[in-house]
């Protein structure tokens, strides 16, 4: 797979780095990756993926640009207010980098479409701030074999994990929390969406390129308050009912 002089210039920076260079950058342009969720995580994944040169993105998103969403989803713009996500998400994206093949599909990932909506896919990026889209998502993935980056946030604090086999999410959060908060009832500090956006954008590059050690099995926690972030073990549960 050849680069032409507009990408071999577009992607210098990376061409330079030891852990990813020609190899690496031949293996984004070749990925697909599937972002489930175009809100505060999945937005700024998107640009980062995108600016990374991955060569193929799949937004999956039924909801519409609402003027909320500008304070933390900075891949949209007021003129985009009432649009669907992912379809607005495409067009900014197709704008930043046009060597990137944008997909999209303007509907709710389910049990019943997930495998469907991941086919093809190398690696999906879950931003979604709902359990059951979470839990239909993960169990496609482990069906399918396929690495799922999962980023979550709210409030002041998020966090970043990595999923491929066992221990799958389903370990790490087994039934919907009795207590579940969404960022619509206790509110998000908009750049935190861009922390943690551009942390599971990292592991998705470093996942694809082979660079580093990702976060598979383990739980990045940062609390953006206190400035400060740990990393945790997810254990395999053998009662899970996706992965057990």
Partial sequence: MSFSD???ERYARHLVLAEIGGPGQQRLKAARVAIVGMGGVGAPAA???AAAGVGALRLIDHDVVGLSN???QIIFAEADVGDPKAEAGAARLGALNSHVDVETASERLTPTNAAWLLDGCDLVLDGTDDF???FATNAACVAAGIPLVSGALG???GQVGVFAGRPCYRCLVPETPPDAETC???GVVGALAGV???MTALEAIKLITGAGEALTGRLLLYDGLAGTARTVGVAADPACPVCG
């Fill in 47 to 49: 640009l980062y993926l």
């Fill in 196 to 198: 943690v956006g551009a």
């Fill in 70 to 72: 500008l304070q933390r």
């Fill in 155 to 157: 409030r002041w604090s």
């Fill in 6 to 8: 507009d990408e071999i």
């Fill in 132 to 134: 059951e889209t979470r």
């Fill in 184 to 186: 619509a009832r206790v």
